[in-house]
């Protein structure tokens, strides 16, 4: 058992769509490093590398390149790997559940959902905050905009796998 | 499988003995809030109260209690719950992997370990954290005495269950 926080709209953003690829598939690119960098960061933004150990503790990794060429990288550990259902994690933690030096501002927990919807999959990609002026400052960073157009570059690859 | 941190001198604190008490009363004396109470604080601190939901993200909640009464409430998640044998919480993140507001000044993840040695119990405790300066600050504030006291107290407790 696992006991996932609720939803509380005044701290958390989602985001919730029907896409027409296989479950499988968008399980894949969430866990495939190789697939991660061709689609996490909406363009003009671009992934410089990936790192995924995939069960509870291990590293989630990344590194987004801005168009001008610098580099973002971010550290976090995956909390729960439920396979082809459900992905949990963090940037509140490092790998090996260690906490983090206070490099990141805007420390959140993802909950990346995938259910079958028909021949489609039913997306929802849940950010946990601390509060409400976390969640403001991510959605002042463009999380809905930025994340419904990586989950559109994520369709666009695997439908070319 | 679970990716557990590596333990880091330069940024962790280990307590480590063995108890003449079985790995089972080790492991209920950590997992039962009526037990925790008994035992968590070391004297003339008290546990004034006990939350536990033994799941990850489950809560881990505990107010300490000075011996002037004054309450210290802590809010932690439980990260790996392994039967018997190894529990994991994080003050790092609150209840449901939510990230928690900067309250906590001294975040930990705390990796319990608990082997059969003989007829008794192999117990090692390792707080991780993020840097050398909060352990440093761990140490200071008694983490060697504070958790040799209150394991004492838990040994004590278990014995005349």
């Known amino acids: 058992m696992t006991a996932y926080s609720t939803v509380n ?17 968008v399980w894949k690119a969430w866990t495939t490093p190789e697939l991660i960098v061709r689609w996490f960061a909406p363009k003009p933004w671009s992934t410089a590398s990936c790192e995924i150990d995939l069960q509870p503790g291990g590293k989630f990794n990344t590194v987004m390149r801005s168009p001008e060429g610098e580099d973002y990288p971010s550290t976090g550990c995956i909390l729960v790997v439920e396979e082809g259902r459900r992905l949990v994690f963090t940037s509140g933690l490092g790998p090996g559940f260690r906490p983090q030096a206070s490099g990141d501002d805007l420390p959140f927990t993802a909950v990346i959902s995938i259910e079958p919807a028909g021949d489609g999959t039913r997306y929802t990609a849940t950010a946990l905050h601390a509060d409400a002026s976390v969640k403001k400052s991510h959605e002042e960073m463009g999380f809905a905009e930025g994340w419904s157009a990586a989950l559109d570059q994520l369709v666009e690859v695997v439908k070319a796998l």
């Open 9 to 25: 709209p005044e701290t958390d953003l989602v985001l919730e769509r029907t896409v027409d690829v296989a479950p499988e598939l």
